[in-house]
């Protein structure tokens, strides 16, 4: 059974930075990894997705900010986030995806399975 577990939020001053991580664990084939996030009150949004082949994929109000990586020996996906804005400050998921059906890595709902979240807070 696939595992995701998410790490490393917490709480910043604008300008800030942050590493979340996501331990999966598992044999499945993930063909697709994506970090999303959620604010109260907002939709869930996809932020940065990682393809199979290294591609990967930004919501415009993070890029140039964040990069999504990944450690294959250690089966952990990355999101570093640099210059935090109070903007930023949502719940933040891992989720990865068997296959997407449609081709669109910001679709939450193309993603099979899901981390727990973690709480990432700027403050100006």
């Known amino acids: 059974q696939v595992q995701l577990v998410e790490s490393g939020g917490g709480s910043v001053q604008a300008g800030g930075s942050l590493r979340l991580s996501c331990a999966a664990s598992?044999?499945?084939?993930?063909?697709?990894m994506g970090w999303f996030r959620q604010a109260p009150g907002q939709e869930r949004e996809g932020v940065a997705g990682?393809?199979?082949?290294?591609?990967?994929s930004y919501a415009d109000p993070v890029k140039g900010r964040f990069t999504i990586s990944q450690d294959n020996a250690k089966n952990t996906l990355y999101l570093q986030m640099n210059s935090l804005q109070p903007e930023d400050t949502a719940m933040y998921y891992c989720?990865?995806?068997?296959?997407?059906?449609?081709?669109?890595?910001?679709?939450?709902?193309?993603?099979?399975?899901w981390g727990q979240g973690t709480q990432v807070t700027v403050s100006s």
């Open positions: 989720a990865a995806a068997v296959d997407l059906w449609d081709g669109n890595w910001s679709d939450q709902y193309e993603y099979n399975y």
């Open positions: 598992g044999y499945t084939y993930l063909y697709y």
């Open positions: 990682l393809d199979s082949d290294g591609s990967t």
